[in-house]
């Protein structure tokens, strides 16, 4: 059998976006209304096997808070992919989301597959940023986007999915 390769993969966005949330429902298919903030980083693994590779992924869950900020670059760097999350209902965190892709292309490898979350797509009536501003920004900088909702499981294996394809063609 081939070696299992391993890939890093890292949450990146403000605090309240659902990064864990997103994690725990890609890992376990769970969802809880009050999930506790992450302080520091949570690391979490996952091995998926595609086209007869394996890859052990290795998820980093970061904080969001801006004081942990300074920490970052440890997660990033080196990273396959990383998935930069934002709040439908929040625009602020979509601005926020818009500097770590920055952050990512200034100080990032120039390999790391950057995907665009804009997550709690499920809150209809709550939405204050539209997929139409968020899909073409995500365009313009080359990133994998999609809506999610980790409450309804809507595109969050599919993202995943999307980031372990892109990560084996490369
Ligand atoms: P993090 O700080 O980015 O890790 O965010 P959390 O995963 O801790 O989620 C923050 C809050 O948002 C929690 O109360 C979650 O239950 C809630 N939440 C996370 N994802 C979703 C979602 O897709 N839809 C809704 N309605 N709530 C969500
Ligand atoms: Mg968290």
Redesign the pocket.
Known sequence: PRPIKKAKLV?L?????????????YLKGE????????IGAAFFTQTVVINDETVRFEIW?T??QERYHCLAPMYYRGAAAAVV?Y?VTNPATFSRAKKWVQELEIQGSQNTIIALAG?????LEARQVFAEEAQTYAEDNGLLFME?????AINVNDIFYEIELDHLVQ
């Open positions: 949450l966005g403000d605090v309240g976006t659902g990064k864990s949330s997103l994690v725990l429902r969802f809880v209304e009050f999930q506790e903030s992450t869950d904080a969001g999350v709040d997550n709690k797509a499920d809150l999610t909702s980790a409450k309804t």
